[in-house]
């Protein structure tokens, strides 16, 4: 009897357990991400590295200058960066609890990803289609694979976002909820920065003279 009432505890004992475990699960996710996060700066630093290493082997093919666009690039550029504020306009609805105007931001964001990852395509599409592929040179070969990779992380980005909206329509604004639109917008802000060293490093270095 003295067993089992130690292993069920009083109606107090199981809440706070419950607390507790909540806020070591929180710490545990958060610490957890932040080392995906730190592993996922050495995928770009290794990407990074390698399009240093052959951004300059064109093997008699089109330099980046002739096949890059970068008014185009500058309007991707500026969906991204706004998508990165709006999600932040988000973030501030969840604090105050305010559902509604939470998800018209993110939806807002959601959108402007979609954009960015549209246009992205067409400037694959479009390379592709001159004979500019990834098979032509090593330039290509690195440009495609840097930026690619990027807009796969963004895409991934969108499709958890959409999950998320769905997961806050049915179960509302708790504290799971929240702990996981924070670890997105930790990854949305990432991928900010990753692109502004995209736009920097591969479009405006190889571009302008």
Not at 140 to 148: A, W
Not at 184 to 203: A, C, E, I, R
Request: aromatic share 12%; hydrophobic share 50%.
């Amino acid at each position: 009897m003295s067993d089992t009432s130690i292993a069920m505890g009083s109606p107090s004992e199981p809440l706070r357990f419950h607390v507790e475990g909540e806020h070591h699960v929180e710490n545990g996710t958060l610490l957890g991400f932040w080392l995906y996060l730190m592993s996922d700066c050495l995928v770009f630093a290794c990407l990074f590295a390698a399009y240093g290493v052959l951004g300059r082997n064109y093997a008699g093919g089109p330099t980046a200058a002739q096949v890059l666009e970068l008014p185009v690039v500058a309007v991707n550029t500026t969906l991204l960066l706004l998508s990165s504020i709006t999600y932040g306009f988000a973030v501030l609805e969840m604090q105050q609890n305010r559902r509604a105007p939470m998800m018209a931001w993110l939806t807002v964001t959601g959108l402007l990803g979609a954009g960015f990852i549209g246009l992205e395509l067409t400037e694959f599409a479009h390379l592709i289609s001159i004979g500019a592929g990834p098979q032509r040179s090593a330039f290509l070969s690195s440009f495609f694979t840097l930026v690619g990779t990027h807009g796969l992380h963004v895409t991934c980005g969108i499709i958890w976002l959409i999950t998320l909206m769905v997961q806050v329509g049915k179960k509302g604004l708790i504290p799971a909820n929240k702990r996981r639109l924070m670890c997105l917008s930790m990854f949305w802000h990432f991928l900010d920065v990753v692109w502004v060293g995209v736009f920097s490093f591969v479009y405006l270095m190889g571009v302008l003279p």
